[in-house]
Structure formats: structure tokens, C-alpha cells
């Protein structure tokens, strides 16, 4: 590693291993701190902000940081260590949040840093961002999950807080230049949940050179979070898609010959 590089430091909010929805094989992910969307359904509300923030921690009875700076020597040491399960799985590293495009620097530094050890490298990303910015990460990455929640611009600042322009460019761009990408659409009941809604996303998606695309369903695994952040759910009281619905939504898709589509 280089000595500039692995001193490069940011924020996270949890490093998982053993992560099998987060690209191929077994894989290791950073969720990053930090992101410009605010999303009303988010599970990982405590990604949003960039700084450490106090949670509650339930068993604790108390308020602890969660959160915290690292350096790429840290995150990169946590990595490694699962080396033989991601030779054995096809899988590596993914880095998620939270939006590992607020900090592009930390993130690329990660990317090469693992690429440099020769573990596969992906990103999970909103998009959200100058296009040289995310030029310069992605270009750090084997695969970016991209995930696009919305073609309808207005509903998609109500609903996350900013306007989808610049992420669909973004996508089209990285499609242009025949990056690796998958796109990555969450099923959110009262915002896209709907054949029209999401076939849509698909049909930009495959407009653009987008071959791969994945739904992921909404589940309320974070609304707990919330109390312990002392914030609303927006999201609060709107009820999970089956499993069924979910297939019933998938079949009313039109999808074209060569494109996959999968339920994560
Ligand atoms: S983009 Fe992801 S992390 Fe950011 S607010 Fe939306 S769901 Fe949460």
C-alpha cells in the first residue's frame, strides 16, 4: 500500500463481512457515512449524516457514537482478513452507505487499495454527483450497483430529496463507457411500486446500454433506528410487499430479449 494512500482517512458507519446481497460471492462491506439523498423509507438512517452522530443503544440503556473515522489501513486490515472466502466465492468488496461518493477521495483510495491486493472491488451507489466525481471513484471499481429509484423527477425530490438529472446522466455516461454496471431498483410501496413506475426505470435503463437489473424489495428493518436517532419514519404504517406481489410485479414487466431481471 502506498504510505499516502493508506493514510487517507473518512468516516464509516459499519464494516459487514459475510455480505451475500451486496454483489457476486461472499464480500465484505463498508457502509460509508454520509449522503446527500433522504430517502423516507431509508434503512440505514444512521448512514445519512456525514460526522459521527449519538444513537441509543438499547442494551446499553444510553447514548453511544455511532460511527467513526478510520483510515484506508483500517478498513483495508478488516478486508483482508476474509481473502480466502472471497478466492473461493468469486466475491470481494463492496462499498455502500450512506453514498461513498461524499467522500471520493477515501473511497478511491479503498478501491485501489483492495484492487492492489487483488480482491474484486464494487460500489453501490446513488449516482448522486458531479459527474467527475463519480468518474473518479468509479473508475476505481470492477461492478457498480446502481441504484435508480425514480424516472419521475418531481416525485423523486419529494420522495429522496433531490432531482434524479444528474444520477441518470451519470448512469448513462458510465453505460456510455461500458463500465460494469447492474442497476439496482428498490420496490417502495407509495413511490414506485407500480408496473408504470418501474417499467419506466427499465426502459431508461436499457435505452441507455443497461443489461443487468435487479429489484430489491422494501422490508422496515430500519424503522427501529429511528427512535433510537430520535427521528420520524416517513415510511411509518405502509405495509411490506409479499413475495407474491412482488413476482406479480416482476411478470407485468415488458423486458426485452438479453436483458436479465432479478428479485434480490
Ligand atoms: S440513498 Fe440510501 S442511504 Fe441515502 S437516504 Fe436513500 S436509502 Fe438512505
Same mark, same amino acid.
Given at each position: 500500500?502506498? *504510505? ?26 463498508? @457502509? @460509508? ?14 448512514? *445519512? ?14 447514548? #453511544? ?37 461524499? *467522500?471520493?477521495? @477515501? ?17 453501490? !451507489? ?6 467527475? #466525481? @463519480? ?30 438529472? !444528474? ?15 447492474? #442497476?439496482?431498483?428498490? #420496490? ?10 418501474? *417499467? ?48 406479480? %410485479?416482476?411478470?407485468? %414487466? ?11
Amino acid at each position: 500500500m502506498k *504510505q499516502s494512500e493508506s493514510q487517507v482517512r473518512g468516516y464509516i458507519s459499519n464494516i459487514q463481512r459475510y455480505s451475500i446481497h451486496d454483489g457476486p460471492g461472499i464480500r465484505t462491506t463498508v @457502509f @460509508f457515512k454520509g449522503c446527500p439523498l433522504r430517502c423516507g423509507w431509508c434503512s440505514n438512517p444512521e448512514t *445519512q449524516k456525514l460526522l459521527p452522530e449519538e444513537m441509543m443503544d438499547l442494551k446499553q440503556g444510553k447514548k #453511544v457514537i455511532t460511527g467513526e473515522e478510520k483510515s484506508v489501513e483500517d478498513v483495508i486490515e478488516i478486508v483482508c482478513r476474509d481473502k480466502v472466502f472471497y478466492q473461493e466465492s468469486n466475491g470481494g468488496i463492496t462499498l455502500s452507505g450512506g453514498e461513498a461518493l461524499l *467522500q471520493p477521495e @477515501f473511497a478511491r483510495a479503498i478501491l485501489d487499495t483492495a484492487s492492489a491486493c487483488g480482491i474484486h472491488t464494487a460500489i453501490e !451507489t446513488t449516482g448522486f454527483a458531479e459527474p467527475c #466525481v @463519480f468518474e473518479q471513484v468509479a473508475d476505481g471499481a470492477d461492478l457498480i450497483l446502481f441504484d435508480i429509484k425514480g424516472i419521475d423527477e418531481e416525485k423523486h425530490i419529494m420522495n429522496t430529496g433531490v432531482s434524479n438529472k !444528474t444520477i441518470l446522466e451519470n448512469l448513462r455516461a458510465a453505460a456510455e463507457k461500458k463500465r460494469n454496471v447492474t #442497476v439496482r431498483i428498490p #420496490v417502495i410501496p407509495c413511490h414506485n411500486a407500480t408496473t408504470e413506475e418501474l *417499467q419506466k426505470i427499465v426502459d431508461y435503463s436499457v435505452s441507455v446500454g443497461i443489461n443487468r437489473l435487479e429489484l430489491l424489495p422494501y422490508h422496515r428493518l430500519g424503522e427501529p433506528k429511528y427512535r433510537r436517532l430520535g427521528r420520524k419514519y416517513r415510511w411509518e404504517g405502509i405495509p411490506i410487499l409479499t413475495g407474491e406481489e412482488l413476482k406479480m %410485479l416482476k411478470s407485468s %414487466l415488458m423486458i426485452p430479449d438479453g436483458v436479465e431481471l432479478m428479485i434480490i
